[in-house]
């Protein structure tokens, strides 16, 4: 019988909910118990596919093709467990399921109201595709208090009731700020936060307090009275250097510990926190830095690139090197001062994105990291304009293009229409945007004696996609007389996958999307070997 903890925020937003839950159900899994963790989203998006990553940072993308909210990734990212579909819903796609089914007849005519149609959807939601699992976490994304959360911090009381308090336990985050004019922690916006949670039903089990100091104990037995929580569950959880101190900073003030007793368990075996110290050591520790160039649209907002960021970090925590990200806005490099803004990088990477704004700065940087002999890794988009840059300078198609980009051009990129997915013809639109593209696993094979089957030392891969467009097939034999190797392509030999460039220390790009699969105590292959590559370019 599965377990029910529901984590729940309040003050302000971006408090590090998906931290708490991801570092609770670490430390859960390491104690021998299995763990599932899912994001309910109040937005009425159906999802964050066709979202600005300037609203809502990256589009995460699971393994059976979902596009989720990034803090699935922080669960996959700690807990090692891969996300489904069936863990992210939106307040938008709760409602596109009730409208369909009442379109079809199957409310039989009555009236579709918020209680109980929409509180019991949610409510199907948490406990769909549970098999064995100890315990599911649920996020309930935004603040209590905004009208869109209160559906389903609605649909969790009543869950609760339906299934007992023994086997649910509320978690809510709050701000305890500190004052620095006047030299003092305030309690009172956790205390209002609370109250409004309690206002509608709910009474929180445990308070976690985020804070940027210690939390003195007369102000935590004023949370423990104000709250009505015993003060042992009054969490506090201080601004750490690192994410990666997270699971340490929770198991230090005891959460997991406090969980267990409320469920009346015990753990199967201690915690192993002995990977996250060794990691935090090193990047707090690590003098070496390698100076990496991040190139596209939405540097200026950190969370655009949040797996991407994640997966570079677990490169230098393997090569013992401190990677510092130099962000360049691609719309607003001139291709004339190329060498002016990369002249101190090591490693230059294009990642995904669409549109067509930025990319002719995309292409010159990748022009002079192609001639310069400067490691590059080009994913998704970044890997179509690699193509474009080497059909227009290498093959000399000079109105080489993107069809997403520019009608008349040469296609060296194209809109697929149909593909292969295990066997099956999966058939591509053009009419809508959310939903439409090749997403989630694809199989890949590896070409013998190339680069890209040295690093994952496999024959055959299989790696997450999330793009509409491919490169043209039809350049594979002229790129490869003049040396860019299509050294990754489909199963059925249509779609390439990964190119690499002959006589260059380290010249990379893929379709497909690595940094997803990345985790800290399990780097990826590919950013492993490109930040390799890098330190050693900083070398010379």
Not at 168 to 179: A, N
Not at 298 to 318: C, F, R
Request: proline residues 4%; glycine residues 8%; hydrophobic residues 35%.
């Amino acid at each position: 019988m599965a377990r029910y903890i529901f984590v729940t925020g309040g003050v302000v937003s971006s408090l590090g909910k998906g931290l708490s839950s991801a570092s609770l159900g670490y430390l859960l899994r390491s104690q021998g118990y299995s763990v599932r963790i899912r994001k309910m989203d109040p937005y009425l998006n159906v999802d964050p596919g066709t979202m600005s990553p300037f609203q809502h940072g990256e589009v995460f993308v699971t393994d059976d093709g979902a596009e989720t909210d990034l803090d699935l990734g922080h669960y996959e990212r700690f807990t090692n467990i891969s996300a489904k579909q069936s863990d992210n819903i939106t307040t938008g796609k709760i409602y596109s399921d009730i409208i369909k089914k009442e379109r079809r007849g199957g409310y039989l005519g009555k009236t579709v109201q918020v209680i109980p149609h929409v509180t019991d959807r949610i409510k199907e939601f948490i406990k769909k595709d549970i098999a064995k699992e100890d315990f599911v976490i649920c996020e309930i994304g935004g603040t209590v208090g905004d009208i869109e959360s209160l559906p389903f911090l609605e649909a969790i009381r009543q869950f609760s009731n339906d299934h007992g308090k023994s086997k649910c336990l509320f978690i809510h985050l709050t701000l305890v700020p500190y004052m620095k004019s006047s030299d003092e922690i305030k309690t009172k916006p956790t205390q209002h936060s609370v109250k409004e949670l309690r206002s509608i039903g709910i009474q929180p089990d445990i308070v976690i307090c985020r804070c940027e100091q210690t939390i003195p104990i007369d102000q935590k037995r004023k949370i423990s009275l104000f709250c009505n929580v015993a003060i042992e569950n009054v969490v506090e959880t201080i601004d750490v250097k690192t994410i990666y101190e997270a699971p340490i900073s929770f198991f230090n003030q005891k959460l997991d510990k406090q969980v267990l007793k409320y469920f009346k368990l015990k753990p199967k075996r201690g915690p192993n926190l002995k990977p996250w110290k060794q990691i935090t050591n090193t990047v707090l520790n690590t003098k070496k830095i390698v100076n990496i160039a991040i190139i596209g649209k939405y540097v200026n907002l950190k969370d655009a690139y949040k797996s991407l960021d994640e997966a570079l970090t677990h490169g230098g925590i393997h090569n013992k090197v401190k990677v510092n990200l130099i962000r360049i806005e691609s719309d607003k490099l001139k291709t004339s001062k190329v060498k002016e803004y990369l002249k101190n990088v090591s490693g230059i990477l294009i990642p995904g994105g669409f549109g067509k704004r930025g990319t002719e700065g995309k292409i010159a940087c990748i022009k002079y990291a192609r001639e310069k002999k400067i490691p590059f890794l080009g994913i998704c988009f970044g890997m179509q304009m690699a193509i474009i840059e080497f059909a227009r300078n290498k093959l000399k198609i000079k109105n080489a293009g993107s069809t997403e980009l520019e009608k008349s051009c040469y296609p060296a990129i194209g809109l697929i229409n149909e593909w292969n997915k295990d066997g099956k013809i999966i058939k591509g639109t053009d009419t809508e945007l959310g939903g439409t593209m090749r997403l989630g696993l694809y199989e890949a094979k590896l070409k013998n004696n190339s680069a890209i089957k040295k690093i994952y030392k496999s024959n055959k891969i299989h790696e997450r996609h999330r793009h509409r467009y491919e490169v043209n097939i039809n350049l594979k034999d002229s790129c490869e007389k003049q040396g860019l190797i299509f050294s990754g392509m489909s199963p059925d030999n249509n779609l390439p996958e990964i190119i690499e460039l002959k006589n260059h220390p380290w010249f990379i790009g893929v379709q497909f999307h690595p940094e997803f699969k990345s985790r800290p105590l399990s780097p990826h292959p590919l950013f492993s070997s490109f930040i390799k590559a890098s330190k050693s370019h900083d070398g010379k």
